[in-house]
């Protein structure tokens, strides 16, 4: 978790409310990551960065936007929060300096998301 | 389509005992096996990654190993702790520019 910090850690929302997670990192890396995690699910990639202003969609993308302004920052929106948003997302970090051919993921503490 | 498939989901042991996880997957083509834990509550950490050219690699009491022909890598725990019970992932990375591909991670609980 060094490095990345995630708010609100836990959330509790109603069906229909806009959610902004908030993901904040100290390791200057380039790329950025939002996931969610599910029972039954491996992680799944909703959202990644590239670079400031520059993202794309993940395998499950639908009912999510996101945006980076800032190198340090990356903010996943949803705009109208469902019961199937439930979940805890994790955010992740990773540095274009590949070691030994790879580069290694890093990942935040994770927010707890309930839509009710 | 790319999988990663963990076995077993579950797992109870004895403190002090070893115990093996399970990963095999069908990703092609293949970049680098990861194996993270991860703690209830707490993001996933990486224990080891391991490239094509790799076949065992260590960390610790963790050890983990690759059949890049069999398509299978196994993670061993030795001597196990309490502080071992966590969740344990399989990660793959295909082709440069691609998504991880995660397992679903086998829950392993270590008993005194």
């Known amino acids: 978790d060094a490095g990345i910090t995630q708010s609100p850690r836990h959330k509790v929302t109603e069906t229909g409310t806009p959610v902004t997670l908030r993901c904040h990192q100290t390791e200057n890396h380039r790329y950025m990551y939002w996931y969610r995690q599910d029972p039954g699910h491996g992680l799944r990639l909703i959202h990644y960065s590239y670079g400031v202003k520059d993202t794309d969609k993940g395998e499950v993308s639908d009912g999510y936007s996101v945006s980076r302004s800032k190198t340090e920052d990356f903010l996943l929106t949803l705009e109208s929060a469902t019961s199937s948003q439930t979940s805890v997302y994790f955010c992740?970090?990773?540095?274009?300096?590949?070691?030994?051919?790879?580069?290694?993921?890093?990942f935040g503490p994770g927010t707890r998301l309930t839509v009710l | 389509k790319n999988q990663v498939e963990q076995s077993p989901q579950s797992l109870i042991i004895l403190e002090g005992k070893n115990c093996t996880l399970q990963c095999n997957y069908t990703v092609s083509p293949f970049s680098n096996l990861r194996w993270y834990k991860q703690d209830t509550g707490r993001g996933p950490v990486s224990l080891t990654i391991?490239?094509?050219?790799?076949n065992t690699k260590s960390n610790g009491r963790y050890t983990a190993t690759l059949d890049a022909d069999t398509k299978q890598s196994s993670l061993h725990i030795t001597a196990s702790q309490l502080s071992d019970s966590a969740s344990y992932i399989c990660?793959?990375?295909?082709?440069?520019?691609?998504?991880?591909?995660f397992g679903k991670g086998t829950t392993l609980s270590v008993s005194s």
């Open positions: 992740a970090t990773e540095s274009d300096k590949k070691a030994l051919g790879y580069n290694e993921q890093f």
């Open positions: 391991m490239t094509f050219s790799e």
């Open positions: 990660v793959v990375s295909g082709q440069a520019g691609t998504a991880l591909i």
